[in-house]
């Protein structure tokens, strides 16, 4: 305590938590409650039905791959953390078999259902989560990837592996950002942090997408 001034904090269990202020002898109580932090986002507000539905369009495609680049991130990190600790070059090729295996096991039919643009939106979120993009991650015989990748994906499809996600300069990816935002309020979509540097909600006042407040 110093010039007659001390604090302690508390805890309960409905995460309300008790300050006490001992001010000149006297015992103060405030209570405060800790919030998670909220993104406030505006109703969409379309200019024509076209603009809708294509919208609409993209939100279906966004929300129908982006668990498979949730998945790749996860299993990228998981995959890299485990590689570090395994010495011998054989038992680190064996376990990047029994990775790639599981997941071609699991994900290989319903990735061949993709369309055209749902693979190159996959693409594009693969970067997002991973902060690579999906040619890097095949190029690297270490990862894993290559054959998971050209036999699910890049074979069926006429689609760029080298595209990035990026927000700030192309406006559909803005759009791709501002449905996954709004799909992870409404717990659609499970959240996962970007792995690339952006600020999203600085991005809306550059793309001008009419809204109209909740």
Known sequence: MMGGYAQTREPVEDSTAKEYFIVMGDT????????????ILNRLKFNSEKERRDYLILRRKTRKVYPYAKLASERL??????????????????YTKIVQDYIEDQFSAELKKLTKTEGQILVKLIHRQTGVTAFELVKD????????????TASIF?????????PENDKEDYLIEDILQRSFQQKVLEPQPSALD??????????KVSTTSR
């Open 28 to 39: 103060l109580v405030r209570e405060t409650i800790d919030l998670d932090e909220v993104m």
């Open 77 to 94: 990190v998981e995959l890299q953390s485990r590689l570090d600790q395994i010495k011998t070059k054989r038992d680190r090729k064996r």
């Open 141 to 152: 015989l270490k990862s894993g990837w290559r054959a998971f990748w050209y036999n699910s």
């Open 158 to 166: 006429d689609i760029s592996l080298k595209e990035e996600y990026n």
């Open 198 to 207: 952006f600020k999203f909600l600085e991005l809306r006042n550059k793309w």
